[in-house]
């Protein structure tokens, strides 16, 4: 794992939480993208070598309107920069994890993802990233 690329901030309204992040950053949100297939809107944020990944749901089968429905808003996901996603997935599996999808998917901000589940990873959920 190279670094953590963003954390994901799960909240009903980017534009509303984009207001209050921008103020708490100083900076403003540099891309919102849509990303169909995972039913989600996202808006980012950088800090340093790091980013904000605010995520409002766009359907009610969203994860990330289950999450809040069940827990709020609140932070959402832990992602991490890999260098082959395809060779971290492998590397994972071997060691136990149980990833949520076969292959990597596209992911928001120009990335191929893989989600790990929660339940062994002490109920983080975890996105592994790769630039694409
Ligand atoms: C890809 C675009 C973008 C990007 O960065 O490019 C994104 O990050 S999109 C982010 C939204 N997409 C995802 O989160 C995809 C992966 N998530 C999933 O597959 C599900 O959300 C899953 C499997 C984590 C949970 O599924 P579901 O909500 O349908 O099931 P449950 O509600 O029964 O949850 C099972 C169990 O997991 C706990 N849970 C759920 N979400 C989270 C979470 N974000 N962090 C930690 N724990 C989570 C939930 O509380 C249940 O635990 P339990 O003890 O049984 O209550
Ligand atoms: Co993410």
């Known amino acids: ?9 799960a909240v009903n309204s980017i534009e509303t939480a984009g207001d209050i992040y921008t103020k708490l950053l100083n900076t403003g949100i540099y891309k919102v993208e849509e990303v169909a ?15 904000i990944e605010l995520l ?12 809040i429905a069940k ?3 609140g932070i959402h ?4 920069e890999v260098e082959d996603i395809y060779a971290e997935m492998q590397r994972l599996r071997a060691e136990g994890f149980v990833l949520l999808n076969e292959e990597p998917k596209r992911g928001a901000d120009n990335k191929l993802v893989c989600f ?11 996105e592994l990233c790769q630039s694409v």
Request: proline fraction near 6%; charge should be positive; glycine fraction near 10%.
């Open 56 to 67: 409002e749901a766009t359907h009610p089968d969203s994860a990330i309107a289950k999450f």
């Open 77 to 80: 996901h832990i992602a991490f």
């Open 37 to 51: 297939s995972e039913h989600v809107k996202t808006a980012f944020l950088q800090t340093g070598p790091n980013k």
């Open 1 to 9: 794992m190279k670094k953590v690329e963003h954390i994901g901030i």
């Open 71 to 73: 827990k709020g808003e």
């Open 116 to 126: 790990v589940h929660p339940k062994g990873t002490n109920g983080v959920l975890v």
